[in-house]
């Protein structure tokens, strides 16, 4: 079982780290793109009129294929003004009480997010804008986003139940 999970994590953190590594490669990506639309803009008077979309799109992946790297790299905001005051195993409960209310909270946003993507393929939806791109593509990102935080969410429950049940409670308020 414990190679199972170390096989799995292993995997889970590749995906999540190739994820995070795509996403900081559109950072300059799309300052390039917002850059040339500006020159083009106000240097020739011929604006491209694709930078504003295509940032967007960029910046919708950027925020949810790198919320499951945040969450990997312990980079979300974490409040522990309670968790440290209390016992250590009352801590490592707290903890893992919120993690698994993070995790019902992701589930409920991939649902969505399924949901919607299920409707978007059912109608074509495209963007209102003259370049009638697919939404499919920037609209996946954020399904495979929230897959990776409920799985990597998911992996850390498992891992603090054991750190739990074997009363190494120092690693499991982390």
């Known amino acids: 079982m414990r190679r199972l999970y170390r096989v799995t994590e292993t995997v889970l ?8 590594y795509l ?6 990506i799309m300052m390039v793109l917002v850059f040339t639309e ?5 240097g020739f008077r011929r604006p491209l009129m694709v930078a504003d979309e295509f940032s967007a799109y960029m910046l919708v992946t950027i925020a ?7 969450w990997k790299e312990r980079g979300h905001v974490r409040i522990t003004a309670l968790v440290d005051i209390l016992p250590t195993r009352a801590a490592a ?13 992701a589930i409920l946003v991939t649902k969505s997010s399924i949901d919607y993507m299920v409707r978007s393929f059912s109608v074509h939806m495209r963007s ?3 370049l009638n791109v697919p939404l499919q593509g920037p609209q996946l990102t954020i399904l495979i986003g929230f897959i990776l935080l409920s799985l990597l969410l998911l992996l850390e429950i498992i891992r603090n139940i ?5 009363g190494q409670f120092e690693e499991a308020t982390k």
């Open 13 to 20: 953190h590749k995906i999540v780290f190739w994820g995070g």
């Open 23 to 28: 996403s900081s490669w559109l950072v300059p």
């Open 38 to 42: 500006v020159v083009a803009r106000y």
């Open 64 to 70: 949810f294929l790198g919320t499951a790297m945040t």
């Open 93 to 105: 409960w707290l903890r893992l009480i919120t993690l698994v209310i993070a995790l019902v909270m």
């Open 128 to 130: 209102s804008t003259w």
């Open 162 to 166: 054991a750190s739990i049940r074997s």
